[in-house]
């Protein structure tokens, strides 16, 4: 049962399926897993179901924002109002997004006469949600901070940053009256265990089966491994996501020194620092062998260019690519700690770490993969068929009815 949230807002259109609903999130786009999926949920909110949706982002790409003139009574629409972002520690970035989007829409409501239905929120970007997707727990994220000992400015920044997040998250999460939403059980079980939350309902990530499928892949090989340079006899294994600590890029790295007779190579996607991986990647002899790419909206080349998707993640609530991978027909290799990992099947259609510092076992795997081409073809075929079970379009409409549940939930409460 949905509790009972904080009656904020009084726009309520009894039996319509037209909600207007603030998505408050710092940005939108498709080349990171949180924010492709926040983008899937505004293009189903709206083109499916109707509803108005406002973006309150400091940007936004990949989305198909509404034409004035295609907006009408009972049309769907996504319309982007930009929260200016400014330059800085990300700590100081954090408090004036967070002011910033607060004071936008009280502005909006203020000129338009009009309130949201909803305010929609993929973690704390805002202290007034009503409904929060939580893709990350920073308790857990601190608490990893904390064991890893690292020293010097950039770990008083992360850990300053993260201890900020913590006292929101207490505030935020601890409040019954906000609905909360996991991607995963293991991201569930954390808030039970950190704000006493056991109302939470889980709804997984799913997968653009369109986009993302084997013949999808294998169309772009050729020419995706010949854009990073990858010869068609070596074995790709790629990593891709922000935070490359908490990924598992170290143990990744560990893993690569045990097989270095190998062509085995190491495509590295997303938007950390390379530089701080320099020192362990020339400790292990590996600067021939590893490639550090930024992050791409075309994520589909990425998927084609490799052979393996290696994601051995210290604390991951779900690890979409690993999903998205799977659809592609790669075998891949994660970790118990994935919020994925209980949603998939060890040895059928990927191989699971129980330990997720573990480079011998991830090499022995990654070693098994490279020497067997019907052992990569068989995991892979059947990775398509556990994906084919978590599309898009099974995420979303669980979300949409989420929100018209507690929208039916607030007008029943004034009726």
């Not at 200016?84 to 004071?103: A, C, D, E, K, M």
Request: net charge positive.
């Amino acid at each position: 049962m949905l509790q009972r949230p904080r009656w904020r807002l009084s726009r309520i259109r009894a039996g319509s399926l037209n909600l207007r609903i603030a998505f408050v999130t710092p940005f939108v786009d498709r080349r990171h897993g949180t924010e492709r999926a926040v983008a899937e949920l505004a293009e189903h909110l709206a083109s499916r179901c109707r509803h108005e949706v406002h973006i309150y982002s400091q940007r936004v790409e990949d989305v198909r924002l509404s034409q004035p003139q295609e907006i009408g009574e009972q049309t769907g629409s996504i319309r982007w109002r930009k929260i200016v972002s400014v330059s800085g520690p990300h700590i100081i970035r954090f408090l004036t997004w967070y002011r910033q989007n607060r004071r936008a829409r009280q502005k909006d409501a203020a000129r338009s006469g009009k309130k949201f239905d909803l305010v929609f929120s993929p973690g704390i970007n805002c202290s007034d949600a009503d409904v929060i997707l939580v893709h990350a727990v920073f308790h857990r994220l601190a608490e990893l901070q904390k064991q890893s000992g690292d020293r010097g400015l950039r770990s008083l920044h992360r850990k300053l940053y993260y201890g900020l997040l913590c006292r929101l998250e207490r505030k935020i999460y601890s409040d019954k009256r906000v609905i909360l939403a996991a991607v995963s059980q293991r991201t569930a079980d954390q808030l039970a265990r950190y704000f006493g939350r056991n109302d939470v309902r889980v709804i997984p990530n799913g997968a653009d089966l369109q986009t993302f499928n084997p013949a999808a892949r294998k169309s772009l090989r050729v020419a995706s491994r010949e854009r990073f340079g990858f010869s068609q006899s070596e074995l790709v294994v790629l990593l891709l996501g922000n935070d490359w600590r908490n990924k598992g890029l170290g143990t990744l790295l560990e893993s690569a020194a045990y097989f270095a007779e190998l062509p085995v190579r190491l495509l590295v996607v997303g938007s950390d620092d390379p530089a701080i991986w320099r020192s362990q990647v020339s400790q292990l002899g590996l600067e021939q062998r590893v490639r550090f790419v930024q992050p791409s909206s075309n994520v589909l080349e990425l998927y084609a260019a490799a052979d393996i998707l290696a994601a051995p993640s210290r604390e991951d609530s779900f690890n979409l690519p690993v999903l998205e991978a799977m659809a592609c027909g790669l075998p891949i290799v994660t970790s118990i700690d994935a919020g994925i990992a209980a949603l998939l099947h060890h040895g059928t259609d990927c191989f699971i770490l129980e330990h997720s510092t573990d480079s011998t076992t991830l090499a022995d795997y990654l070693r098994r993969l490279f020497e067997s081409e019907s052992l990569r073809q068989s995991i892979g075929e059947q990775a398509v068929r556990t994906a084919a079970g978590f599309p898009w379009r099974k995420s979303v409409e669980e979300m949409g009815k989420l929100m018209e549940e507690l929208n039916c939930a607030k007008y029943n409460s004034l009726a």
